[in-house]
């Protein structure tokens, strides 16, 4: 999957492209609005904390250095085992686990509360009216929706993709 960004003026012009991209099969579970705190959000699909925080990179960050850091402690834990102790691998693979579970937990608490890296360019625009739409489309659909974009919507700052989207938000 991949994450489409697009500013649009309005909501009105929001509003009508969400209709548009519903008719061009894309499920609403994968379209989220952002627009300026107070606006009436209608019966459009609004971001939730997953799309407005760090909350997913800081858990892929957690994850990875805390199965680095435990797998590491499960080696050194294994060299320095006193005599008459054996530490398997299967203890090493244990404690990786481990600090990977608490790295993504840390991380996680630490990323809910930051607003997302992602956005941040789009913030002044936000706060200044415009609206963003995120789209969440299969990598084979990103020209097809980028071109119904501009030919109904010629007025819609097309922002670029996002590389891969996780997919489990």
């Given at each position: 999957?991949?994450?489409?960004?697009?500013?649009?003026?309005?909501?009105?012009?929001?509003?009508?492209l969400?209709?548009?991209?519903?008719?061009?099969?894309?499920?609403?579970?994968?379209?989220?609005?952002?627009?300026?705190?107070?606006?009436?959000?209608?019966?459009?699909?609004?971001?939730?904390?997953?799309?407005?925080?760090?909350?997913?990179?800081?858990?892929?960050?957690?994850?990875?250095?805390?199965?680095?850091?435990?797998?590491?402690?499960?080696?050194?834990?294994?060299?320095?085992?006193?005599?008459?102790?054996?530490?398997?691998?299967?203890?090493?693979?244990?404690?990786?686990?481990?600090?990977?579970?608490?790295?993504?937990?840390?991380?996680?608490?630490?990323?809910?509360?930051?607003?997302?890296?992602r956005?941040?360019?789009?913030?002044?625009?936000?706060?200044?009216?415009?609206?963003?739409?995120?789209?969440?489309?299969?990598?084979?659909?990103?020209?097809?929706?980028?071109?119904?974009?501009?030919?109904?919507?010629?007025?819609?700052d097309?922002?670029?993709?996002?590389?891969?989207?996780?997919?489990?938000?």
């Amino acid at each position: 999957m991949r994450r489409l960004y697009f500013l649009m003026p309005d909501m009105s012009v929001t509003h009508n492209l969400v209709n548009e991209l519903l008719l061009s099969h894309v499920e609403e579970r994968h379209i989220f609005v952002i627009a300026k705190a107070g606006t009436p959000m209608e019966d459009l699909p609004e971001a939730t904390f997953l799309q407005k925080s760090d909350f997913i990179p800081a858990l892929e960050r957690g994850m990875t250095l805390g199965a680095a850091t435990g797998m590491v402690c499960g080696l050194v834990s294994m060299a320095l085992s006193p005599p008459g102790l054996v530490i398997g691998g299967g203890a090493v693979l244990a404690i990786g686990i481990a600090g990977a579970g608490v790295g993504s937990l840390m991380s996680s608490m630490v990323g809910i509360s930051i607003p997302s890296s992602r956005l941040e360019k789009f913030e002044e625009a936000v706060n200044q009216g415009e609206v963003l739409l995120l789209v969440d489309v299969d990598r084979t659909r990103v020209e097809e929706i980028e071109a119904l974009v501009q030919k109904h919507y010629p007025q819609a700052d097309i922002e670029g993709t996002e590389p891969m989207v996780p997919p489990f938000p």
